[in-house]
């Protein structure tokens, strides 16, 4: 048997008119020839909606007691042998009475639709199970009827009857929603003007909601690629870099241009993990999106322009903002086309805004002297540069010919190579610049001068310099990757570390005080909040004189530490 249909009217608080909507709904299909049958309807004593029962069909209710009361519900056998074409079930959230075949309504309506019959029923914003606390938040009253938001997703047809805050205030003013006794009350605490509106904005953005996710649905089995701008996406490229809250705030004004518009950001990071923004930097922006309204996604991907573009279309996204490269010139000039250039390249019919912001094209600037080698490290290329450039000279000079010259000249190159690969730039360089006069002078006619006669053995000593400055920069890059990476290892290796001491039964925060003080190397640990010592561990000797027993939690009642014991801290002694 085909399943029946279900037609659900979205109201955002009583008295707007959706059980009048529905019977309005019901006498039409009526007056067209269709079987329609009101299965139930609360008619809360409304002249109007109890006058739009005329002419049709009702089934009785079915009357049960519970303790010493008459409670009327659904009858849903009634329902299900009379069979109509079309059932009008009023308010799908609603609590049956104990003792019926089910708890729920919408359960009722379950079953009357698996018999394949049509239903038309209603329903408040209030009662979706997902808004339930976000209205208590914004009315102060609790609703304790519930409909699962599946039931009302799974809905064939959600329409919304829409009343303005203030007309329904007036409504409520000349008695059509509630009693006399009760009008002053429920317009001052229910019904309050800031109440309504919100409601009714909850009501328009949960349908707007669901339309868009028919719409992604039907996109996604017509295999529509294209963008339909049925409202304003604008996504937002975080690099964590300093720009990020520039091209925020420029993505915001975009997408705030349009009614509805949404902003989204996205972060793509490698699968490696190696190419990491500042997990300050993105926090911060991922509060500013938050705080801007919008939503915050991270991707993982090596092609970050194809990852930002296939992001944006599946979020049928109208416009992409990004930022203006920091890459220098040069950079830019050997690196090839930049993330900009691809997305532009890719977008397609996606709007992209290149946003300039202060950290665009930085400056060329000199190379730390320290990079990311150790200190051991540049020493040893300084001595092998040292050392190994008189040997190599000595040697190429016993066994120098005029047929030589090219070995030689391939000879010292694999010197610098070698001091680059072990030092970094530095030491690369001062070899480089020192094999470079090595050659002119023993080597090249007129012999035992440093003068450059030719523009070739000029351009050969650029040559050197250049050769050391690429094979050490990606040396120091190569070393900052791997430290990053043993990094994370050990900061990974640390959190794994204190979860299973947490799941073998110690305490949290002394399994990671303890954990904390064995991975720096450090005599004594001590955890502060607010001036108060919660818990130390390590040598009492070393953690100073308001320190508490060793590896003892100093519990609710643990002493403030003082400032001058604060201050007497030795400098291994960590504290937070």
């Known amino acids: 048997m085909k399943r029946g249909r279900l037609r659900v009217l979205l109201g955002a608080a009583p008295g707007v008119g959706k059980t009048y909507a529905m019977l309005e709904e019901g006498r039409r299909l009526h007056a067209e020839g269709k079987d329609v049958v009101v299965a139930v309807v609360e008619t809360h004593d409304r002249p109007a909606t109890a006058a739009m029962l005329e002419g049709l069909e009702v089934v009785p209710r079915l009357v049960r007691r519970h303790r010493g009361i008459e409670l009327t519900d659904l009858d849903l056998e009634a329902v299900l042998d009379r069979a109509p074409a079309i059932a009008l079930v009023d308010e799908l959230a609603h609590t049956n009475a104990p003792g019926l075949a089910h708890d729920k309504r919408w359960q009722d309506v379950q079953s009357i639709l698996d018999a394949g019959i049509d239903v038309i029923s209603t329903v408040n914003i209030q009662h979706i199970e997902s808004l339930n606390d976000v209205v208590q938040q914004i009315t102060g009253v609790p609703q304790r009827e519930t409909l699962p938001d599946s039931v009302l997703r799974a809905a064939d047809q959600v329409e919304v009857i829409d009343l303005a805050p203030q007309s329904l205030r007036d409504r409520l003013a000349e008695g059509h929603v509630y009693p006399a006794a009760r009008i002053d009350a429920a317009l001052s605490n229910y019904f309050r003007l800031g109440n309504l509106t919100a409601l009714r904005e909850l009501a328009l953005l949960w349908l707007a909601d669901e339309v868009d996710t028919a719409l992604k ?32 705030r420029r993505g915001a004004r975009i997408a705030g241009r349009a009614a509805g518009g949404e902003l989204l950001a996205v972060h793509v990071i490698s699968q490696d993990g ?6 300050g930097a993105l926090a911060a922006q991922r509060a500013l999106v ?11 991907g090596d092609d970050v322009p194809t990852a930002l573009v296939e992001f944006a279309r599946a979020s049928n996204a109208t416009q992409l903002v990004i930022g203006v490269s920091r890459r220098t010139r040069l950079k830019a000039a050997f690196s090839g086309p930049g993330i900009g250039t691809t997305v532009v390249r890719e977008s397609g019919d996606i709007d992209v805004h290149v946003v300039t912001h202060s950290a665009a094209g930085e400056r060329m600037r000199l190379p730390r002297i320290g990079g990311a080698l150790s200190l051991r490290r540049r020493l040893a290329g300084l001595g092998l540069a040292v050392v190994g450039g008189p040997l190599l000279t000595a040697l190429l000079v016993a066994t120098h010919s005029e047929e030589s010259i090219t070995s030689e000249v391939l000879s010292y190159q694999l010197l610098v190579i070698v001091v680059a690969l072990v030092g970094g730039l530095w030491p690369a360089l001062f070899a480089a610049l020192l094999s470079g006069l090595t050659l002119d002078y023993f080597f090249v006619n007129p012999l035992y001068t440093v003068t450059i006669a030719e523009p070739a053995h000029a351009l050969a000593l650029v040559l050197y310099l250049a050769n050391a400055g690429v094979v050490s920069y990606v040396v120091d890059l190569a070393a900052r990757r791997s430290r990053s990476a043993q990094r994370a290892a050990g900061e990974s290796e640390l959190l794994a570390t204190v979860a299973g001491s947490v799941l073998r039964g110690e305490d949290a925060v002394p399994a990671l ?18 001036g108060t010592l919660l818990y130390s561990d390590g040598s009492p000797a070393q953690a100073g004189p308001d320190t508490p027993s060793q590896r003892s939690p100093s519990g609710p009642g643990a002493p403030s530490s003082s400032p001058d014991a604060t201050s007497q801290r030795p400098s291994d002694d960590c504290s937070a």
Not at 513 to 530: D, K, M, P, Q, W
Request: aromatic letters at 8%.
């Open 513 to 530: 005080v303890a954990r904390t003080r064995e991975a720096f190397n450090l005599t004594g640990v001590r955890l502060f909040a607010g």
């Open 290 to 300: 938050e705080k801007l309204g919008g939503s915050y996604h991270q991707l993982v």
């Open 274 to 279: 190696l190419r990491s923004a500042h997990p």
């Open 217 to 248: 649905n039907y996109r996604a089995e017509h295999g529509i690629d294209s963008k339909w701008e049925a409202r304003e996406r604008v996504v937002v490229a975080l690099t964590g870099g300093p720009e990020g809250e520039t091209l925020l």
